[in-house]
């Protein structure tokens, strides 16, 4: 397991941009994929972006594509979430995951989680 903490979540204006992160300890973080998930009030916790252990692969959900861009900094141990054109839809608390080996892009595959942090756009 890696222990994670997610930061950078706040109030933004539709339109604007926050970068969240993902700060891990407790193993080799470029051996874990990490996704971020995020889950709005009352529905379920839905997948946003995966990046692999190396940073080499990324996959997006369709609502982020084009939006949204995840990155990592092994060297740093943390990975980032840069959420651009943020759009009150997408008020949430996000989530980071992690997990070792490949990427996945379901609750399910992602053993490691953090407490989440709040992203909220004001329309």
């Known amino acids: 397991q890696v222990q994670l903490v997610e930061s950078g979540g706040g109030l933004v204006q539709a339109g604007g941009s926050l970068r969240l992160s993902c700060a891990a300890s407790?193993?080799?973080?470029?051996?874990?994929?990490v996704g971020w998930f995020r889950q709005a009030p009352g529905k379920e916790r839905d997948f946003v972006a995966v990046?692999?252990?190396?940073?080499?692969?990324?996959y997006y959900a369709n609502s982020v594509k084009g939006r949204f861009t995840i990155s990592r900094d092994n060297t740093k141990n943390t990975a980032y979430l840069q959420m651009n054109s943020l759009e009150a839809e997408d008020t949430a608390i996000y989530y980071c995951?992690?997990?070792?080996?490949?990427?996945?892009?379901?609750?399910?595959?992602?053993?490691?989680w953090g407490q989440g942090t709040q992203v909220t756009v004001a329309s």
């Open positions: 407790g193993r080799t973080f470029s051996n874990y994929a």
């Open positions: 990046i692999s252990g190396s940073g080499s692969s990324t």
């Open positions: 995951a992690a997990e070792r080996g490949t990427i996945g892009t379901t609750k399910g595959a992602f053993g490691s």
